[in-house]
């Protein structure tokens, strides 16, 4: 089901995504990572052999660019693009969706930006969100059965995706 969506994600993208061309598709060196790039490549009408797998970069392609460096550009990318009520609204339904435990709630949880990532609460909701649409992609029961209608999912993805 993952690899569908993927392929439709693809068709999609061929359609209403404006790419520029020449499309140029490029996966990791890990079998989940060219199972997919083929499923994205089939809906984009892309030939498989274009594919170029290639480990460099999603490795430590660019060693120059340092913890400092990283940390600054998160910095200034938090600042230029703040969180918005689409994120909060999207933070509260997933926080329906796990519930209260023993830790605090997503977003009460303080963002840190250090060592080169960003940790806290858009970090452990953007996982949570992401752990979601996997479980819908592979047609599990999505969100321990919390979610009543599974679409709900790509509102909740919005965490995700800042």
Same mark, same amino acid.
């Given at each position: ?81 703040? *969180?918005? /009520? $689409?994120?909060?609204?999207? !933070?509260?339904?997933?926080?329906? =969706?796990?519930?209260?435990?023993? %830790? ?23 996982? *949570?969100? /992401? $752990?979601?649409?996997?479980? !819908?992609?592979?047609?599990?029961? =999505?969100?321990?059965?919390?979610? %009543? ?14």
């Amino acid at each position: 089901n993952g690899l569908s969506i993927v392929q439709g994600t693809g068709k999609w993208l061929a359609a209403h995504g404006g790419l520029a061309h020449p499309i140029a598709v490029t996966s990791d060196n890990v079998t989940r990572d060219i199972e997919t790039s083929h499923a994205l490549a089939s809906g984009l009408a892309f030939p498989a052999s274009g594919i170029v797998v290639n480990h460099a970069p999603f490795g430590n392609a660019c060693p120059g660019l340092n913890s400092s460096y990283r940390d600054a550009a998160i910095e200034a990318n938090l600042r230029r693009n703040p *969180l918005t /009520e $689409r994120y909060y609204t999207a !933070l509260a339904a997933l926080q329906q =969706v796990t519930g209260k435990g023993a %830790a605090p709630l997503l977003r009460d949880i303080p963002n840190v930006v250090a060592g080169g990532f960003l940790d806290g609460g858009i970090e452990a909701g953007g996982s *949570l969100a /992401e $752990r979601l649409l996997m479980e !819908l992609g592979g047609d599990m029961t =999505v969100g321990w059965g919390r979610v %009543a209608d599974p679409m709900d999912v790509y509102n909740i993805v919005n965490v995700h995706s800042i």
